[in-house]
T-cell receptor, first 113, second 112 residues
Framework: SQKIEQNSEALNIQEGKTATLTCNYT??????LQWYRQDPGRGPVFLLL?????KEKRKERLKVTFDTTLKQSLFHITASQPADSATYLC????????????FGSGTQLTVLP | KAGVTQTPRYLIKTRGQQVTLSCSPI?????VSWYQQTPGQGLQFLFE???????NKGNFPGRFSGRQFSNSRSEMNVSTLELGDSALYLC???????????FGPGTRLTVT
């Protein structure tokens, strides 16, 4: 069965640095991959979607890469700020169902001032 | 455009009772998905409704059920509550074409 792994449960970085989060998946070839941000006690917020034929996507200080050979996505936040502190989740559509998402366990990012 | 709304926001129930949670999707969105989130299991998919029909179902017991109305609003029901059902229940709406989902603030259910 398909598996998603976000290989850091927690990541602490200094303000102004670039945060890099990793999402690996197995037994699957998804048509796209998504990243969400979740603050404590709140619902996830959609950030970016990258399709299998796209290598990289950017939105303001965010950048996502998608390597279908390595089965890996990297999520970068440049010039990080304390307000970026949150849990970041990657999500993939379940095989055979574009509308059913499987989420990784998330990486809790803390940006230190 | 108004976001996804969920009611109630907080709920305390006793083991054995049943509960109904409500979700109003973003206007124009026809797909509503429900998720359970716990510290130990993370975000787990319950089911998805599209055009009033359940299209996808996660690996949860039959005590968990749902429905969708003609205006795309959705409800989920949990019968015979167990302590382990304590969780944040999230609904998410989307256009239904695959792609990003927009989550509500969740309903925090505590079973005592």
């Amino acid at each position: 069965s398909q598996k998603i792994e976000q290989n850091s449960e927690a990541l602490n970085i200094q303000e102004g640095k670039t945060a890099t989060l990793t999402c690996n998946y197995t037994n699957y070839s998804p048509a796209y991959l998504q990243w969400y941000r979740q603050d404590p006690g709140r619902g996830p917020v959609f950030l970016l979607l990258i399709r299998e034929n796209e290598k990289e996507k950017r939105k303001e200080r965010l950048k996502v890469t998608f390597d279908t050979t390595l089965k890996q996505s990297l999520f970068h936040i440049t010039a990080s700020q304390p307000a970026d502190s949150a849990t970041y989740l990657c999500a993939l559509p379940v095989s055979g169902s574009a509308r059913q998402l499987t989420f990784g366990s998330g990486t809790q990012l803390t940006v230190l001032p | 455009k108004a976001g996804v709304t969920q009611t109630p926001r907080y709920l305390i129930k006793t083991r054995g009772q049943q509960v109904t949670l409500s979700c109003s999707p973003i206007s124009g969105h026809r797909s509503v998905s429900w998720y359970q989130q716990t510290p130990g299991q993370g975000l787990q998919f319950l089911f998805e409704y599209f055009s009033e029909t359940q299209r996808n179902k996660g690996n949860f017991p039959g005590r968990f059920s749902g429905r969708q109305f003609s205006n795309s609003r959705s409800e989920m029901n949990v019968s015979t509550l167990e302590l382990g059902d304590s969780a944040l229940y999230l609904c998410a709406s989307s256009l239904g074409t695959g792609g990003e989902q927009y989550f509500g603030p969740g309903t925090r259910l505590t079973v005592t």
